[in-house]
């Protein structure tokens, strides 16, 4: 047996208690207010309300509660609080005052600006009891919020899950199941392009909203592709491979330019339209001309390769692979799904 011990584990950190900031342009206000409650949370401290502004930009993350005078030089509290309400609604937003302002304060209320109006002197009992209730009321909106970030979270990577298999569904419908290679460069293309998240307006619309927009627009994408594949088929019948990067700078228009025997991309955001559009928003024309020009080259039995040369994508033409393992397409799903869930939690730490 080892006379070496196993070295401990590093405890994870714990991360500070929330905390609560105070405004007042007092300063025995302000040492009132730190004596009282200190012992209950953190306390920060701002004279002003462009001072509390830089404390909120600066420290919102770590503050649950925002306490704020009224009758400060220069812009008054209910202004602080209306800020702090647009930009950071996770905190319970306090008014106080040692004068009676009833029409400021009713404004206040009446605008979502204020949780609670204390008014000064203070009971410190009761300030106590109002600080103490104000931090779990933060505590629970800050649960609340993190479960419906996750729900959206699902719903969402739901939605790129969705789009990236109606892509299949509609290359089979139109050219024949078991010829993946159009759907292969298609995502290519996309993941090149980049995608950002797919987050639907839920002040909007519900699940069924969302299912009923994604129907309505997968639709028109179809009939968008299915067009403009039929003419394509009419106008190059007598055309083969050889010919594809002719056709499709003819077909994608200022999308792309020829340089020799590649296609340029100056407009990359063509390649992923249908993966990223907003919920509810129409593809362009050039985007369903893009997915139809692989399905035209798919018959005409070739492919196209994507590549990057700095900054710029391009794309030439290369041999057709015959074969894809069976789980390719939840390969990409799985790829796409993972981007747009690790492009919301950034969202959210912002």
């Given amino acids: 047996m080892s006379d070496t011990m196993a070295s401990p584990m590093t405890p994870t950190p714990t991360p500070p208690p929330p905390a609560i900031l105070f405004v007042d342009d ?81 404004e206040a209320v009446n605008q979502g600006q204020i949780h609670r109006y204390i008014k000064k002197p203070w009971d410190i ?24 970030r996750e729900k959206l979270g699902v719903m969402q990577t739901q939605t790129v899950a969705t789009r990236l298999g109606i892509v299949q569904t509609l290359c089979a419908s139109l050219i024949g199941p078991g010829r993946f290679q159009p759907v292969e460069t298609y995502l290519a293309g996309a993941d090149l392009a980049g995608t950002h998240n797919v987050e639907p307006d839920w002040q909007r619309m519900d699940y069924a909203d969302l299912v009923r927009a994604e129907s309505e627009d997968s639709g028109r994408f179809g009939h968008a592709v299915a067009t403009r594949l039929a003419a394509l088929r009419a106008q190059h019948a007598e055309r083969g491979a050889a010919d594809a990067l002719t056709v499709f700078a003819d077909a994608l228009g200022d999308a792309v330019r020829g340089s020799g025997d590649a296609l340029v991309w100056t407009a990359p955001q063509t390649l992923s339209e249908f993966l990223t559009r907003p919920v509810g928003q129409a593809v362009s024309a050039a985007h369903a001309a893009w997915l139809a020009c ?57």
């Avoid at 812009?75 to 004068?99: F, S």
């Avoid at 990057?308 to 799985?334: H, K, M, P, Q, Y």
Wanted: charged residues 30%; aromatic residues 6%.
């Fill in 26 to 106: 007092e300063a025995t206000a302000v040492k009132y207010f730190e004596r009282a409650i200190g012992a209950i949370a953190p306390v920060a401290t701002a004279g002003s309300v462009q001072e509390g502004k830089a404390r909120l930009d600066a420290h919102a993350a770590s503050l649950a509660v925002l306490v704020s005078d009224q009758r400060m030089p220069g812009e008054q509290g209910n202004e602080l609080l209306r800020y702090a309400r647009e930009r950071y609604p996770h905190i319970v937003r306090i008014l106080t005052t040692a004068y009676s302002e009833l029409d400021q304060t009713v």
């Fill in 125 to 148: 009992a009761a300030l106590r009891m109002e600080m103490k209730q104000a931090l779990e009321l933060a505590g629970l909106r800050k649960e609340r919020d993190q479960l419906v």
């Fill in 294 to 350: 692989l399905l035209w080259l798919e018959e005409a039995g070739g492919a196209l390769q994507f590549g990057r040369d700095a900054d710029t994508i391009l794309c030439r033409a290369a041999a057709r692979n015959e074969g894809f393992a069976a789980d390719r397409l939840a390969v990409w799903i799985e790829r796409f799904s993972e981007r747009a869930f690790e492009q919301m939690r950034e969202t959210a730490r912002v």
